[in-house]
């Protein structure tokens, strides 16, 4: 399973941006359905906007960063850039648990106010999203490196 990190650097940023066009667009059909469901659909559209930047800027840099190195492909070039990735996926994983946790107290603070309710879940429900995203990456990541010592 040796990979290139460049490709899977790639392959991330292209997942990221591929599921956000889709809750995007999912954001968008949610909030036709009335407030709880227009809450829900205001952070996937908000969420998306964020991991749609988040993903053609970490692309565009990563793409950079490939064409200004002399060897991208050298060993040890290849193992620090996927120890970065691993440092990062490491980071984000558990910070999206307190995004769980801040839309879970977003709910309970507005128990009379549905669409704030909506917002909360969909906290919630970006928070599942994004922890599946990196716990995956991350898995995936570390398996590599593993396989490059």
């Given at each position: 399973m040796d990979r290139n990190i460049w490709d899977f650097q790639r392959d991330m940023t292209n997942r990221l941006f591929s599921i956000n066009v889709v809750n995007l667009w999912l954001g968008k059909q949610l909030a036709r359905y009335g407030e709880f469901w227009r809450g829900i659909g205001a952070q996937a559209i908000g969420w998306a906007f964020i991991n749609i930047i988040i993903?053609?800027?970490?692309?565009?840099?990563?793409?950079?960063?490939?064409?200004?190195?002399?060897?991208?492909?050298?060993?040890?070039?290849?193992?620090?850039?996927?120890?970065?990735?691993?440092?990062?996926?490491?980071?984000?994983?558990?910070?999206?648990?307190v995004y769980m946790w801040g839309g879970y107290r977003l709910v309970r603070r507005?128990?009379?106010?549905?669409?704030?309710?909506?917002?909360?879940?969909?906290?919630?429900?970006?928070?599942?999203?994004?922890?599946?995203?990196?716990?995956?990456?991350?898995?995936?990541?570390t398996r590599i490196l593993r396989s490059r010592r």
């Open positions: 993903a053609v800027v970490g692309g565009r840099q990563a793409r950079k960063k490939f064409d200004e190195l002399a060897d991208p492909n050298d060993d040890d070039i290849q193992i620090r850039e996927g120890r970065r990735l691993q440092r990062i996926l490491a980071i984000n994983a558990p910070l999206n648990l507005h128990k009379d106010r549905v669409f704030m309710r909506g917002n909360g879940w969909g906290i919630v429900l970006q928070g599942v999203i994004l922890l599946c995203f990196d716990t995956f990456h991350l898995r995936r990541i």
